[in-house]
């Protein structure tokens, strides 16, 4: 018999539990990530929770363990760069967990079509890729080209994954994120929230949804299918869907917008109508897209977790993981609270 203890390794949801703050900010920290602020405060806290629990020596995303990719490269492939900036911000989080080991990234554009993405597979491994990250737009699950079937390098997916869960995959925590964004305005009193939610095939659309229905369920409150209007993720149909909110009988006091372009259409519509953020309804967006930094008021915000996903990506390659099959990582959002939703008016009977 084996007597010997096994030690139950510490993980960064660990680390953010007792350090009271949400997993992508102790990615983040740990990665030594400066481009986004973070107090100093929060920062020292995180790091020394890291050391007490002693997290480190088995964490994905140690940089020493990016020694034996050093001097090397990484094959980025991704079906968009230019829609969003969620690809940018993933490659980014994975420049930042490799650039002290000398670790170059080469991307390609691959807008889904298989062929695209049999010949960059190609291209990048002739160039000397030492793993892959393949990454989708949008939260999916892929069916991978045979191509990949039989990679001489280890292979991570970002934003996506398989059915068969044979590869390592880190997606965002949709659902805990529309539970985050609902249960912010529950806390300040609001009681009639409506949310405008994105095209309902797509998959964060479906668990934003579920984290705004589990957030009025902890709260005790009623789901009333009223207030929810399906919107396709643009200005437009934000400032449509806020319209139809603001004309049911009994209309919100706070809107959760699923993505940060609707919150701007859904601005308009607010304005329009003669009210004002917060003071007459408060609004929550998704993404933290920039222009949430320029509404008027600015607008709170869920940060879409892309930098601490590429950076878990880019361990994963350098721990060479063959064991399957995976476990789905998510990585939390994080809540940004800006000017745009406040306490619920007074209203006259």
Same mark, same amino acid.
């Given at each position: 018999?084996n007597?010997?203890?096994?030690?139950?390794? !510490?993980?960064?949801?660990?680390?953010?539990?007792?350090a009271?703050?949400? &997993?992508?900010?102790?990615?983040?920290?740990?990665?030594? !990530?400066?481009?986004?602020?973070?107090?100093?405060?929060?920062?020292?806290r !995180?790091?020394?929770?890291?050391? #007490?629990?002693?997290?480190?020596? @088995?964490?994905?995303?140690?940089?020493?363990?990016?020694?034996d990719?050093?001097?090397?490269?990484i094959?980025?492939? !991704?079906d &968009?760069?230019?829609t969003?900036p969620?690809?940018?911000?993933a490659?980014e989080?994975?420049r930042?967990?490799?650039?002290e080991?000398d670790?170059t990234?080469l991307?390609?554009?691959?807008q889904? *079509?298989?062929? +695209?993405?049999?010949?960059?597979?190609?291209?990048?491994l &002739?160039?000397?890729? &030492?793993?892959i990250?393949y990454?989708?737009?949008?939260t *999916?699950?892929?069916?991978?080209? +045979?191509?990949? %079937?039989?990679l001489p390098?280890?292979l991570v997916?970002?934003?996506?994954?398989?059915d068969? %869960?044979?590869?390592?995959?880190?997606?965002?925590?949709?659902? =805990?994120?529309?539970r985050?964004?609902?249960s912010?305005?529950?806390?300040k009193? +609001? *009681?009639?929230?409506g949310t405008?939610v994105?095209?309902?095939f797509?998959?964060a659309?479906?668990?934003?949804l579920?984290?705004?229905? @589990?957030?009025?369920?902890?709260?005790?409150?009623?789901?009333?299918?009223?207030?929810v209007?399906?919107? #396709?993720?643009t200005?437009?149909?934000?400032? $449509?869907?806020t319209?139809k909110?603001l004309?049911i $009988?009994?209309?919100?006091?706070?809107?959760?917008?699923q993505?940060?372009k609707?919150?701007m259409?859904?601005? =308009?519509?607010?304005g329009?109508?003669?009210l004002?953020i917060?003071d007459?309804?408060?609004?929550?967006?998704?993404?933290?897209?920039?222009?949430?930094?320029?509404? *008027?008021p600015?607008?709170? =915000?869920l940060?879409l977790?892309h930098?601490?996903?590429?950076?878990?990506?880019?361990?994963?390659l350098?721990?060479?993981?063959?064991?399957?099959p +995976?476990?789905i990582h998510?990585?939390?959002?994080?809540?940004i $609270?800006?000017?745009?939703?406040?306490r619920?008016?007074?209203?006259?009977?």
């Amino acid at each position: 018999m084996n007597s010997r203890k096994t030690t139950k390794r !510490v993980t960064m949801m660990d680390v953010a539990k007792a350090a009271g703050c949400s &997993q992508a900010t102790v990615s983040v920290v740990l990665n030594s !990530v400066t481009d986004i602020k973070i107090s100093p405060e929060l920062r020292e806290r !995180v790091l020394n929770v890291a050391s #007490s629990l002693g997290y480190g020596m @088995g964490s994905p995303i140690r940089r020493a363990g990016l020694e034996d990719l050093r001097g090397g490269c990484i094959g980025f492939i !991704v079906d &968009q760069l230019a829609t969003t900036p969620e690809a940018v911000n993933a490659i980014e989080g994975a420049r930042h967990a490799s650039w002290e080991n000398d670790v170059t990234i080469l991307v390609a554009q691959t807008q889904g *079509r298989a062929e +695209h993405e049999r010949k960059a597979l190609a291209r990048l491994l &002739q160039a000397g890729a &030492q793993g892959i990250v393949y990454m989708s737009i949008f939260t *999916r699950r892929v069916s991978l080209d +045979h191509a990949f %079937d039989t990679l001489p390098v280890p292979l991570v997916l970002l934003n996506c994954y398989t059915d068969d %869960d044979r590869f390592p995959a880190v997606v965002p925590d949709e659902m =805990t994120g529309g539970r985050m964004a609902t249960s912010s305005l529950i806390k300040k009193g +609001h *009681r009639r929230i409506g949310t405008i939610v994105g095209e309902s095939f797509m998959e964060a659309a479906q668990d934003r949804l579920a984290g705004y229905r @589990g957030a009025l369920a902890e709260a005790g409150l009623p789901y009333d299918g009223r207030l929810v209007v399906e919107g #396709s993720w643009t200005p437009t149909s934000g400032f $449509e869907a806020t319209q139809k909110l603001l004309s049911i $009988e009994e209309p919100p006091t706070a809107i959760f917008c699923q993505n940060d372009k609707m919150a701007m259409g859904c601005f =308009t519509a607010i304005g329009e109508a003669g009210l004002r953020i917060p003071d007459d309804l408060s609004v929550v967006g998704y993404d933290d897209d920039e222009l949430s930094r320029h509404l *008027r008021p600015q607008l709170t =915000t869920l940060e879409l977790p892309h930098r601490p996903m590429g950076a878990w990506a880019i361990g994963q390659l350098a721990n060479k993981t063959t064991s399957s099959p +995976h476990r789905i990582h998510k990585v939390g959002c994080t809540l940004i $609270e800006r000017a745009s939703s406040g306490r619920p008016a007074v209203r006259k009977p």
